[in-house]
């Protein structure tokens, strides 16, 4: 597996509402610049998505994969994993961590691994990677703080 990638930003918002934001998957592509598509193809008992297919459009990098998910309990934690290998992907797995702040809003850190089908030279894809967590980060801070602010 590739060595991980982790990254954290602070959201203005309780980890309730920000865990509401990352598992209303369907809504992704109104959010998120290289997402196309997110269809939940399966469901837990108590409705959270377990498996999800995604259509990825990021100029040079398009690709079509199911991700599976688990949660803990209290949604402080939401992670997954690639279901099988996709066109450009080997393997995937990455984790939100939530943690609440003193002031009311939320810690988010991304963990990120990514095997790539296509061969890239190290200091190419750590750069990519950062550049996907960075822009995954922001749009979701961004998301949280407007649907909060609407509320």
């Known amino acids: 597996m590739a060595d991980s990638s982790t990254q954290s ?4 918002a309780s980890p309730d509402r920000v865990a509401a934001v990352i ?12 997402i196309r598509e997110a269809e939940v193809v399966e469901e ?7 498996q999800v297919r995604f259509v990825l ?3 040079v990098l398009a690709d079509e994969y199911v991700l599976a998910y688990a949660y803990a309990e209290d949604l402080s ?3 997954w994993h690639l279901v099988a290998p996709s066109k450009m992907q080997k393997a995937q797995r990455g984790a939100y961590d939530l943690v609440a702040t003193a002031d009311g809003g939320t810690t988010v850190t991304y963990t990120l691994e990514v095997e790539l089908a296509v061969g890239m030279i190290g200091m190419f894809r750590r750069k990519a990677e950062k550049m996907i967590m960075d822009a995954a ?3 979701l801070k961004r998301r949280v703080e407007a649907t909060g602010a609407a509320q």
């Open 9 to 12: 930003i602070m959201i203005g």
């Open 23 to 34: 598992c209303d998957f369907p809504s992704y592509p109104e959010w998120t610049d290289a």
């Open 44 to 50: 837990y008992e108590d409705g959270y998505a377990s």
């Open 57 to 59: 459009d990021a100029g």
């Open 77 to 79: 934690r939401v992670e």
């Open 137 to 139: 980060l922001k749009q």
